[in-house]
């Protein structure tokens, strides 16, 4: 486990976008209700890992197969969340000229994650 795909996104990029978005968004041609998707890249479970061992000191991120990870957390929540990409592309927000102002989530978590 660890190699599926995550889109990620920064809180304050997405509140910059979705700050008043209860109104229609207009598009060439066509009204769209509903927010756009926002991302501002990808990461694995195995990156992100790695970059929160990074950031807090600790040794290297260790592999879990499906088979352990569904004896702890149960086969669906193993093969669902742990075992499928999830992606999603910000084409039409960029559209509308947002941009993304935050690093992806395995640079922020290395350089500017707050550690308590």
Do not use: K
Not at 41 to 59: N, Q
Not at 83 to 111: F, K, N
């Amino acid at each position: 486990m660890g190699s599926f795909a995550l889109t990620s996104e920064q809180g304050e990029d997405l509140g910059r976008l979705r700050a008043g978005g209860a109104e229609p968004v207009r598009y060439p041609g066509a009204e769209l209700r509903g927010f756009p998707f926002v991302e501002n890249g990808e990461a694995s479970f195995g990156e992100i890992g790695a970059a929160i061992a990074d950031r807090l000191g600790l040794g290297p991120v260790q592999p879990w197969n499906l088979t352990d990870a569904g004896r702890v957390r149960g086969e669906g929540f193993a093969r669902f969340a742990l075992g499928a990409d999830s992606r999603v592309r910000a084409v039409r927000a960029r559209r509308l000229g947002w941009t993304p102002r935050h690093a992806s989530a395995g640079t922020w978590i290395r350089d500017s994650m707050r550690i308590s």
